[in-house]
């Protein structure tokens, strides 16, 4: 599998261009438009269990959808639901990713999806909690709310980064979550103070919007349900 970005950084779409024959993992009510004969089938991704886990704690959809080219080849286009950047990490088989919640979009059928605990603020709703962890070999398709930063740590180089800010992260960074000056009863209601410690050496993606944000602009303008 291929990709191609375009509309890129404020509205980015993702062209998945597919082999004859060959299948692609799409997350559900992502697809934009296909060429003419692409099948799909949507799968529960690594069995009931996994996906169940996926779904009730990593915040994504139960079922993952499979994309296949026909003996012509074909391709795929996937948009995520916020508007923002893209990014296509290259896995190689050796350096698995963590992605936050609502970021992965797509892969290759040669990436595996699993369920990683990622620190407890997803429990109080808050971003992290289980993340989706991704290895294997292959294109894995991430998205964004707003613009895309790149933080390379070098090794024993550290930075803290809002939870709500956090994209992604290599599996070479080692990570820590803490609260950050707030009192702990606030923080767990809200998920505001939770931030992400990370060491490199290895690479940080963040987004510069926090969906939280969003939600919390929508709800105090009357545009959202109240919890």
């Given at each position: 599998?291929?990709?191609?970005?375009?509309?890129?950084?404020?509205?980015?779409?993702?062209?998945?261009?597919?082999?004859?024959?060959?299948?692609?993992?799409?997350?559900?009510?992502?697809?934009?438009?296909?060429?003419?004969?692409?099948?799909?089938?949507?799968?529960?991704?690594?069995?009931?269990?996994?996906?169940?886990?996926?779904?009730?704690?990593?915040?994504?959809?139960?079922?993952?959808?499979?994309?296949?080219?026909?003996?012509?080849?074909?391709?795929?286009?996937?948009?995520?639901?916020?508007?923002?950047?893209?990014?296509?990490?290259?896995?190689?088989?050796?350096?698995?990713?963590?992605?936050?919640?609502?970021?992965?979009?797509?892969?290759?059928?040669?990436?595996?999806?699993?369920?990683?605990?990622?620190?407890f603020q997803n429990?109080?709703?808050?971003?992290?909690?289980?993340?989706?962890?991704?290895?294997?070999?292959?294109?894995?398709?991430?998205?964004?709310?707003?613009?895309?930063?790149?933080?390379?740590?070098q090794p024993g180089?550290?930075?803290?980064?809002?939870?709500?800010?956090?994209?992604?992260?290599?599996?070479?960074?080692?990570?820590?979550?803490?609260?950050?000056?707030?009192?702990?009863v606030q923080s767990?209601?809200?998920?505001?103070?939770?931030?992400?410690?990370?060491?490199?050496?290895?690479?940080?993606?963040?987004?510069?919007?926090?969906?939280?944000?969003?939600?919390?602009?929508?709800?105090?303008?009357?545009?959202?349900?109240?919890?």
């Amino acid at each position: 599998m291929q990709v191609r970005t375009r509309h890129t950084p404020s509205f980015g779409v993702a062209r998945l261009l597919l082999a004859p024959g060959e299948p692609a993992q799409v997350e559900s009510g992502a697809m934009l438009a296909t060429s003419y004969g692409v099948t799909v089938e949507a799968r529960a991704q690594g069995g009931f269990l996994k996906s169940l886990a996926r779904a009730a704690l990593g915040g994504e959809s139960f079922f993952v959808s499979t994309y296949t080219a026909p003996q012509q080849g074909g391709w795929v286009d996937v948009a995520p639901n916020l508007p923002g950047d893209l990014n296509v990490l290259e896995l190689d088989g050796r350096v698995g990713w963590c992605v936050t919640k609502g970021c992965w979009l797509a892969s290759a059928s040669t990436v595996q999806l699993e369920t990683q605990w990622g620190g407890f603020q997803n429990l109080f709703g808050g971003e992290g909690g289980f993340m989706t962890h991704v290895v294997g070999q292959g294109p894995v398709v991430v998205s964004c709310y707003g613009a895309l930063d790149v933080v390379t740590l070098q090794p024993g180089e550290y930075v803290t980064i809002d939870t709500g800010h956090v994209v992604a992260y290599a599996d070479t960074v080692q990570s820590r979550l803490r609260q950050m000056n707030q009192g702990v009863v606030q923080s767990l209601k809200s998920g505001e103070g939770l931030v992400f410690d990370f060491a490199g050496p290895g690479q940080v993606l963040t987004q510069t919007r926090n969906p939280r944000g969003l939600v919390t602009w929508l709800q105090s303008n009357g545009l959202g349900a109240r919890s």
